[in-house]
């Protein structure tokens, strides 16, 4: 029997035993006389059983640790795969439950070891998964940097992935409120011409009103949403990412491959066309490694698939009932919207998308403007108060409508060099011609009269109106031979007609 207490040695002390065990067929004792050192050391080495290089496994043993405990551990560690982050056991609530549920009776170290031990027979692997054409699609928010009219904004990447054929559609959106989530699914929906059975998701707060994951009970508006494009909603695991991988690849792929360099565009609507182009590109183009069909070819399948849109698009606003104010304002979302003057005092229905807001009366549009994420801001429309500067034009100068309408200097320029006793009211009249006609008109005939030194309002009217009116068309018909005549003057002669 080898006794335990053996010496630890290095190589060359190793392929000396083995030699002359081996090799030179020396006894143990003979071996270890000669090396100076331990018998159990030679004993332990010389016929290649143990390597010195070889890390010593503790050999402990864990007589309380049972099947039933290490199921127990196991079923924790599969619970907390359904529970959020921040509330999955810990070693020390494990064995805190054993010993409070099966009355365990080892020690907190023990079930450390053990929880350690099973979690590293659990690595972090992924399961490749196919979808059936039309099958599903996923969803998910991103954010990038972008220069709108100058000024760097964070912009909001509405992402949708078709899971059979991976083609992708991305818009990008101000907020990430329900009504732009909603608009968001519309636009996708619209761009692949149909509807997938399922949609995965996170548990975004516009679509979920508690819970999570097979729990979640979603919000009503979204809710009515599904029934109206006729889909189910799945919702992944907290903190499981991979459950809708294809969608978290795209935000990636968006941010390096478009949004690099950084986009400079002057409008919302400049830099949907160039997300647009590049998500055709890649539909039409784009060939993922490692898949037999093409983008194109896969979704040329999928779209057969897919369920028709409904004939009536869901109206994704954000609607309220709003009182006018004296100012002939509404309140909306830290915001107020001009209407015209004469509704005052009644109450309207504000309806908001992502980019503008429309505001009606009994069922009638009285107001359009885009939409704003300013607290504090007031939108104006010039024409809204253009009844109440006519009848008190004294005002004119200094109402904010006039001042934040960004007029052009040759009209401020004009109107200082007014050739009328009555300036305001010929800037109000000014500003009828504008909302009327459109400002580039106008402005035309700004320059045109000032070229001339001509500071009069009705010089400016006649000038825009000139080339409005209606010319003398010279119409082209069939050709009549004329008359002749000269048989008659014969008969007053007295001759004949032939």
């Keep these: 029997m080898i006794r335990e207490d053996f010496e630890v040695i290095g190589v060359d002390q190793y392929q000396l035993i083995r030699h002359l065990f081996a090799v030179e067929g020396l006894s143990q004792r003979e071996i270890a006389r000669r090396l100076g050192i331990s018998r159990n050391t030679v004993a332990r080495y010389c016929r290649g059983e143990h390597m010195p290089w070889q890390r010593q496994q503790s050999a402990r043993s864990s007589p309380v640790v049972t099947q039933s405990v290490r199921d127990f551990i196991q079923s924790c560690l599969e619970e907390d795969r359904q529970a959020p982050r921040k509330q999955r056991h810990t070693a020390r609530r494990i064995y805190e439950r054993l010993r409070d549920e099966l009355s365990f009776t080892g020690g907190e170290s023990t079930i450390r070891r053990v929880v350690a031990e099973i979690k590293a027979k659990l690595p972090e692997v992924y399961v490749p998964l196919w979808f059936a054409p039309g099958e599903a699609a996923q969803v998910d928010w991103g954010k990038a940097t972008v220069f709108i009219a100058g000024k760097p904004i964070e912009a909001n990447l509405f992402c949708m992935r078709l899971c059979h054929s991976c083609v992708p559609f991305v818009m990008a959106f101000p907020s990430q409120r329900e009504e732009v989530f909603l608009e968001g699914h519309q636009h996708a929906f619209e761009y692949f011409q149909g509807v997938p059975n399922r949609v995965i998701y996170d548990n975004l707060r516009t679509a979920v009103k508690e819970g999570w994951g097979k729990y979640a009970k979603e919000q009503d508006r979204f809710k009515a949403f599904r029934a109206h494009y006729a889909y189910d909603a799945v919702f992944c695991n907290p903190g499981e990412g991979h459950e809708k991988g294809l969608v978290e690849n795209l935000v990636g792929y968006i941010r390096r491959n478009v949004l690099v360099p950084v986009p400079k565009v002057q409008t919302w609507e400049e830099l949907n066309q160039l997300l647009l182009k590049r998500c055709i590109d890649y539909r039409e183009n784009h060939h993922i490694r490692g898949r037999e069909l093409s983008v194109k070819e896969a979704y040329t399948l999928e779209q057969a698939s897919l369920t028709p849109l409904p004939i009536q698009p869901f109206e994704a606003v954000k609607m309220a009932?709003?009182?006018?104010?004296?100012?002939?304002?509404?309140?909306?979302?830290?915001?107020?919207?001009?209407?015209?003057?004469?509704?005052?005092?009644?109450?309207?229905?504000?309806?908001?998308?992502?980019?503008?807001?429309?505001?009606?009366?009994?069922?009638?549009?009285?107001?359009?403007?885009?939409?704003?994420?300013?607290?504090?801001?007031?939108?104006?429309?010039?024409?809204?108060?253009?009844?109440?500067?006519?009848?008190?034009?004294?005002?004119?100068?200094?109402?904010?409508?006039?001042?934040?309408?960004?007029?052009?200097?040759?009209?401020?320029?004009?109107?200082?060099?007014?050739?009328?006793?009555?300036?305001?009211?010929?800037?109000?009249?000014?500003?009828?011609?504008?909302?009327?006609?459109?400002?580039?008109?106008?402005?035309?005939?700004?320059?045109?009269?000032?070229?001339?030194?001509?500071?009069?309002?009705?010089?400016?009217?006649?000038?825009?109106?000139?080339?409005?009116?209606?010319?003398?068309?010279?119409?082209?018909?069939?050709?009549?031979?004329?008359?002749?005549l000269t048989c008659y003057d014969r008969l007053l002669r007295g001759g004949q007609v032939s």
């Design 321 to 484: 009932d709003l009182k006018v104010d004296y100012f002939a304002t509404v309140p909306f979302e830290g915001c107020h919207y001009s209407v015209p003057v004469n509704y005052a005092g009644n109450t309207v229905t504000l309806k908001a998308s992502a980019f503008w807001v429309r505001i009606d009366y009994r069922g009638q549009e009285i107001a359009r403007h885009l939409r704003s994420y300013h607290k504090g801001k007031t939108c104006y429309d010039l024409a809204h108060y253009l009844p109440l500067l006519e009848q008190r034009p004294r005002a004119v100068r200094h109402a904010r409508p006039v001042q934040e309408a960004n007029l052009p200097q040759d009209f401020w320029r004009f109107y200082r060099n007014l050739k009328d006793p009555d300036a305001d009211r010929s800037l109000v009249r000014l500003l009828r011609l504008i909302v009327d006609y459109g400002l580039e008109p106008v402005q035309k005939a700004l320059h045109k009269a000032m070229s001339h030194e001509q500071y009069t309002v009705e010089v400016v009217e006649y000038y825009i109106t000139e080339n409005l009116q209606p010319k003398r068309l010279r119409v082209f018909g069939p050709q009549v031979k004329p008359i002749d």
